[in-house]
């Protein structure tokens, strides 16, 4: 497609194509013969970053990793710290990272400062600078999720508002003072519609995620002027460990489903193909946008009309 004052068109492509022309060569017969080689180049050859909440390979972010190693990018990985000697969590993630060339993996707690930095000095001696944060982490105590808000514990909340909204402050802040952010770097976050509208069901963690969305907004403005941009993708349901805490998911998952515009559930594809794209240059103008990949649910005022409409018998 054409942009305003490109004179050829640009291709938005994810993998660029650059073709090189070698010098002659001899051949079987000992003639000379041209050659020509097709190089790929991917869209995050040469860019560096940390995806942080990794559990297993259900993970969405996982699915933003497999893209952003399929487009060459070079990352570090943190897991979740093990209790005892038995490397569990550990071993889970190095198991999906350490075959496509993770550069490390460490452990980190985002209720721990001292973890915190140590992964993004771990990111500054690896890297020098980085490119990109992907910050996919949230957690609530089972008994304080589930039940209605006003009855969660204060420790429960405390607990999960550190974990789910605190923890994108607490690990941006690092990386600024740290000084690892490159002149163009992207950090990004997951969130869900439960933070703007009420989702049954979803209850705390949906007051986290409002806080974790306005967080990114103010986060947005203040890094904004170093050329840091800062957003977050509210996605659809997807089943992975932390969405089937929350109350009825299979029932979200049909109401979705029928309520969308497309008829239909997201896929972590999807949304990883969403990250990729926003965590580029691709997207070099957004910063402080909550960008929805829910097959159109969020737009919807109302259930269509074939919602209420029983699906026809077969005879």
Known sequence: MLFPGLAEP???TPVLRARLLLQPAQGRSGSKVQQTKVCTMGLFTGRKGLVLGIANERSIAWAITENLHREGAEMGFTHMPDAGDRPKNQNKVAKL????????????????DEHINAVV??????????????????????????????????NGFKT???????SLLAVAGAARKQNVLSSDASILTLTYFGGEEVIPGYNLMGICKAALECSVRYLASELGPEGVRVNAISAGPVKT?????????????????????MRRNITADEVGRTAMAMLSNLTSGITGE???????FSVMGAPPADFFTPPAQST
């Open 10 to 12: 640009y291709d938005t």
């Open 97 to 112: 990272v350490d075959p496509i060339g993770s550069k490390f993996l460490l452990p980190m707690d985002v209720c721990n």
């Open 121 to 154: 000095a771990k990111a500054a001696e690896t890297f020098g600078r980085i490119d990109f944060i992907v910050h996919s982490i949230a957690f609530a105590p089972p008994a304080d999720l589930t039940g209605p808000t006003w009855a969660c514990s204060r």
């Open 160 to 166: 999960a508002m550190e974990i789910s909204a605190y």
């Open 241 to 261: 460990v932390s969405a089937m805490g929350v109350g009825d998911f299979d029932d979200m998952l049909k109401l979705y489903a029928g309520i969308s515009p």
């Open 290 to 296: 909550i960008l929805h990949v829910d097959c159109g």
